[in-house]
């Protein structure tokens, strides 16, 4: 087990620490902000060691800021240099694509034979195929008519520039459809681990509506999904384009965001007990199944699991292995504790009594492909990120 002292930091108040001298604002380059969670020393989120690499691995510190003139919640500091991704699309995530073409098709934004400029993220997300059934014209420099970003500008250290440049890739009455994983779901849900290294930003509607509009840009449509607790998708237009003015649904969702208390950093710092609660709860959990003689073993080696594994000070000798989808991590390990990565064929060998789902989302479709895990008198423990038996 970890030092308990190592992430001591889970039971202060982190608006009390000092900001890092460093640290300016991403939007607006300003100084002032507050410090809403510290998940003290974290590794990589990105990094899968193999099981012979040289201990320990490395870890840095992990802290989210909201700044304090444009309400942008961010990571502090990030010394990290993500790898490749190596994860894959889950089912849950290409339905929700499917939805929001099909919304913004409705809304006149998807027209057959325009140019498309998709930014890519290591999320997964794209909507190259549905773009393309619609004779859309992929291109890869501007002016488009339509500009995606499936969650990804959130990993441009830069928010400013990365904004400006997709706004001068739209053509004059072009659209930028933006989906992120909104700030107010995420506390909302207590979603303390969605905290990691290289992600620059974490939006709520009031804060990127507010950019937008700095930029020159009008918010002329928002839709809302499940996806991850909470995700947004906001449409953007230029000012004094034929899109007109902002869209009364955006003003709605600002306004809603607004009084749940994303731009307060008392109300955002409330992760900070999400994450005394959840780290309280997993512990007792697994201390109860390993006392009981239970076999556990993990599913999803996703971003957000280094966090809480190691925020949680889980290792191998409570989760015996973490499974995944992904062949490419297969054989790899998780970063700290060296829990190995497998196949779920290899999981299903061997015959958990209880599963650890890292991903929520992916409920159903982990319970349809594996339904061995449950035919062997297995359970799925879904962490959202409190432990809840299925």
Do not use: C
Request: aromatic share 6%.
């Amino acid at each position: 087990m970890t030092d308990t002292t190592t992430h001591a930091s889970h039971r202060r108040d982190p608006r009390t620490e000092p900001l890092d001298p460093a640290w300016r604002d991403r939007w607006d380059g300003s100084a002032e902000g507050a410090v809403v969670l510290d998940l003290g020393m974290q590794p990589p989120a990105d990094l899968f060691p193999d099981p012979s690499d040289p201990t320990p691995d490395p870890e840095h510190p992990l802290r989210m800021v909201l700044g304090a003139s444009t309400g942008l919640a961010q990571i502090e500091s990030d010394p990290t240099s993500p790898e490749e991704p190596r994860g894959v699309e889950p089912a849950a995530l290409v339905a929700q694509a499917e939805a929001a073409v099909d919304q913004a098709e409705a809304a006149g934004f998807v027209r057959r034979g325009a140019r498309v400029l998709e930014y890519p993220s290591p999320h997964g997300g794209t909507w190259v195929d549905q773009l393309a059934r619609r004779d859309m014209v992929e291109v890869t420099e501007g002016p488009a008519e339509l500009i995606v970003d499936i969650f990804g500008m959130m990993h441009d250290a830069d928010q400013r520039a990365a904004l400006l440049e997709r706004r001068d890739r739209l053509a004059d009455d072009g659209v930028l459809l933006m989906q992120y994983h909104t700030l107010a779901a995420i506390v909302r849900g207590g979603i303390w681990n969605a905290l990691r290294h290289g992600h620059f930003a974490y939006y709520s509607t009031p804060a990127l509506v507010r950019m937008g509009a700095e930029a020159g840009l009008t918010a002329v449509g928002a839709w809302e999904y499940p996806l991850y607790g909470g995700t947004i998708m906001l449409a953007f237009a230029k000012d004094g384009s034929r899109w007109g003015g902002q869209s009364a649904d955006v003003t709605a969702m600002v306004e809603r965001e607004t009084a749940e208390g994303v731009l307060d950093p008392a109300s955002v710092a409330m992760l900070g007990t999400a994450l005394r609660e959840s780290v309280a709860a997993i512990g007792a959990y697994l201390h109860d199944a390993t006392s009981r003689g239970l076999r556990v073993t993990g599913y999803g080696a996703a971003s957000r699991t280094s966090a809480l594994l190691r925020a949680s000070d889980i290792d191998a000798s409570q989760v015996v292995a973490v499974a995944d989808a992904s062949t490419a991590k297969h054989g790899r390990t998780m970063p700290g504790n060296r829990i190995p990565i497998v196949s779920p064929a290899d999981m299903v060998a061997l015959r958990p009594d209880r599963v650890l789902l890292f991903v929520p989302d992916l409920l159903d479709e982990v319970r349809r492909a594996l339904p061995e895990v449950e035919e062997h008198g297995g359970r799925w423990v879904v962490l959202d990120p409190m432990p809840r038996e299925v």
